[in-house]
């Protein structure tokens, strides 16, 4: 058994907006947050690694979690990124986002400990079980060490709140052993942003996207062209170089740099991320005159209007 959601489509892990002293700029944040539901996103995703979950204090993301209850105001789906060091500090995080109300979490691996399969486990069903809210499991072995393989996520199948699983490894193939493994008992999201179409293909039927911070609605288009079968669009092309950013160590940096030049966010991060390297951020600076230059002629796929 489990709860059925309908998430699908794009999900942006939304950037937190910082003031010059690097406090908390809740409007700014508000105003980002907006800004990618009326270009076209499918639902949003706060306090994620984009949103430098770990880099706030618990009050700050009560706080963007109630504001962006507030300016989804139901309009689309919104979850909260579980991002800490311990399971009791997750579950705690996880009955503050019950009481605010938000439609549902993403649960990281407990940070830090690398922990063995068994205990992995362990860590999701502690908090999956303490919260009624539906739960997507994260997956990101590159930056959290901890590999949420499908062996894992099988034997969570019996966690009604557990509903997804968010994948950013890479290995494409990870939603075909799932699937093999427990069928459709998941809703499977794409995590990195350059194998989105390749994620779309085996089964994928939504992505938390990086990108799409900066463009939104070529992000949703791309979704959409894939989901269609349309794999083989100059879209896809045109966008690689800039997708390529979020398997950086560094993607924070550059998605927010991105987000700056297209008028949607600032550069601010908080340490240890520091602002890119003179040479880094005139690269990124590069690709994105490029990117602007030869930025394609949307087809339509249902999108509203911006």
Same mark, same amino acid.
């Given at each position: ?155 969570? $199948? ?123 951020? $005139? ?24």
């Amino acid at each position: 058994m489990s709860r059925r959601v309908s998430w699908e489509g794009v999900f942006p892990a939304v950037t937190t907006q910082f003031h010059d002293d690097l406090s908390l700029d809740i409007d700014a944040t508000a105003k980002v947050m907006d800004g990618l539901i009326r270009d076209g996103v499918s639902g949003l995703i706060v306090c994620g690694s984009v949103g430098e979950n770990t880099s706030l204090e618990r009050k700050e993301k009560v706080a963007i979690m109630e504001t962006a209850k507030s300016v989804a105001a139901g309009r689309v789906p919104v979850l909260c990124g579980i991002a800490e060091f311990t399971t009791a500090f997750a579950v705690e995080t996880a009955k503050e986002a019950a009481r605010v109300g938000i439609d549902g979490v993403m649960v990281m691996p407990a940070l830090v400990y690398s922990s063995k399969p068994h205990e992995t486990a362990a860590h999701f069903r502690a908090v999956a079980t303490a919260t009624d809210l539906p739960v997507m499991l994260y997956n990101n072995p590159p930056i959290y060490k901890n590999d949420v393989t499908p062996d894992i996520l099988a034997s969570l $199948a019996d966690v009604e709140t557990v509903v997804s699983f968010k994948d950013s490894s890479g290995d494409t193939r990870r939603f075909i052993d799932t699937r093999n493994m427990v069928g459709d008992r998941f809703v499977l999201f794409a995590g990195l942003d350059d194998v989105i179409v390749e994620s779309v293909a085996m089964g994928a039927v939504g992505w938390v996207s990086g990108m799409s911070n900066a463009f939104p609605r070529e992000g949703e288009t791309l979704f959409r062209l894939a989901k269609a079968g349309r794999y083989a669009e100059p879209l896809y092309e045109w966008f690689m170089p800039l997708l390529h950013l979020d398997a950086r160590p560094d993607l924070v940096q550059c998605i927010k740099l991105c987000e700056h030049i297209m008028g949607r966010g600032t550069v601010l991060t908080r340490p240890p991320r520091l602002a890119l390297l003179p040479q880094e951020k $005139a690269e990124v600076e590069a690709m994105m005159v490029k990117a602007l230059k030869s930025r394609p002629r949307l087809p339509d796929v249902g999108l509203k209007a911006a």
